[in-house]
């Protein structure tokens, strides 16, 4: 099984950037990594993944263009940068990898095995 922890949420203001980074066990990542987001009273949502043997990323349609996944395979890391933040990008920020479902776009959140406790981000 796979631990993540992730790291880097805090408080901006909208228009700023932040870069939440999310560390995996010894034991690896998994292909696919994601990012999931969830705020108060709305549903949980995919907001980024990659399969990190090729790269290939996927973004949902609202931070297309404002936000990277990547990783550092070094550092058994997986990073989402996000620019140009928005207060409606407040939530709580998950990672994940085990994905078993729909492969393009793995954004099938039931289908992820493994879950960090997840980190804050609050855009005013």
């Known amino acids: 099984q796979v631990q993540l922890v992730e790291s880097g949420g805090g408080s901006v203001q909208a228009g700023g950037s932040l870069t939440l980074s999310c560390t995996a066990s010894?034991?690896?990542?998994?292909?696919?990594m994601a990012w999931f987001r969830q705020a108060p009273g709305k549903e949980r949502e995919a907001v980024a993944a990659m399969y990190t043997d090729g790269g290939r990323t996927y973004y949902t349609g609202s931070v297309k263009g404002r936000f990277t996944i990547s990783h550092d395979r070094a550092k058994n890391t997986v990073y989402l940068q996000m620019n140009s933040l928005k207060p409606e990008d407040t939530a709580m920020y998950y990672c994940a990898t085990g994905y078993g479902g729909q492969w393009s776009p793995p954004f099938q959140g039931n289908e992820y095995k493994y879950w960090g406790q997840g980190t804050q981000v609050t855009v005013s």
């Open positions: 010894l034991i690896g990542y998994g292909s696919c």
